[in-house]
């Protein structure tokens, strides 16, 4: 079975600093995608990024960029210029192409401070 | 265009009632996903359909739980008989049918359910 373990409950930075997320995964299958979804207060699941695990290159969406080092099953996530919207919970999402269905981890919750 | 939408966006029911959940999939795409959102679980995944194949129901977590899609878009979650610990955020995600981005889910803003 596929899991997704997120080691840090919370962090906090203050607007502006670069912040890491950390994301590790536990998978015997080659083919798979992997996600960071933003949570804020109002519920909505939003996509802040995705990685193709067969794409060696490192997926960034603006202020958003990923880490995936596929050996060692890690999936980090980095925010750059942090903003006060950034705030929320960020959910690390696992996919096995054709499985159709997420494995997500805990989740992290990340507070900017202004 | 609209996004996933779900009604009601919160409900509050008394123990062994049945309650009923809708989701409304973006227009067009044909795959349409129920996930459950609790403090103790965390995200959970309960079932999924694709067009008119017949429907991944693996992660429903009892009988009481249930789910169908007519014409292939609107679903409806239907919890029988609720128990306490039935009471969570019901998320619904819809994809397209698209080689490159079907494998990514859009999802609602969930309807949060609690059962007294």
């Known amino acids: 079975a596929q899991t997704v373990t997120q080691s840090q409950p919370e962090m906090s930075v203050q607007e502006a600093e670069t912040v890491t997320l950390s994301c590790t995964y536990d998978?015997?299958?080659?083919?798979?995608?992997l996600f960071w979804y933003k949570q804020p207060p109002s519920r909505q699941m939003i996509l802040v990024i995705r990685q193709e695990a067969y794409k060696q290159q490192n997926a960034t969406e603006n202020r958003f960029s990923v880490n995936f080092q596929k050996a060692a099953k890690s999936f980090s996530l980095k925010i750059s210029d942090s903003q006060l919207g950034d705030t929320a919970m960020y959910f690390c999402a696992f996919m096995t192409r054709g499985a159709q269905k997420l494995v997500f981890g805990q989740g992290t919750r990340l507070t900017i401070n202004p | 265009g609209a996004g996933v939408s779900q009604s009601p966006s919160n409900k509050v029911t008394e123990k062994g009632k049945d309650v009923e959940l809708r989701c409304d999939p973006i227009s067009g795409h044909t795959a349409l996903y129920w996930y459950r959102q609790s403090l103790g679980q965390g995200l959970e995944f309960l079932i999924y359909?694709?067009?008119?194949?017949?429907?991944?129901k693996s992660g429903l977590p009892s009988d009481r739980f249930s789910a169908e899609r007519t014409g292939g878009s609107v679903s409806t979650l239907t919890i029988q008989r609720t128990q306490q610990e039935d009471s969570a955020v019901y998320l619904c995600?819809?994809?397209?049918?698209?080689?490159?981005?079907?494998?990514?889910?859009?999802f609602g803003p969930g309807t949060r359910l609690l059962v007294l």
């Open positions: 998978t015997s299958e080659n083919n798979y995608y």
């Open positions: 359909f694709q067009g008119n194949s017949a429907p991944d």
């Open positions: 995600a819809s994809s397209s049918g698209g080689s490159y981005v079907r494998e990514t889910q859009y």
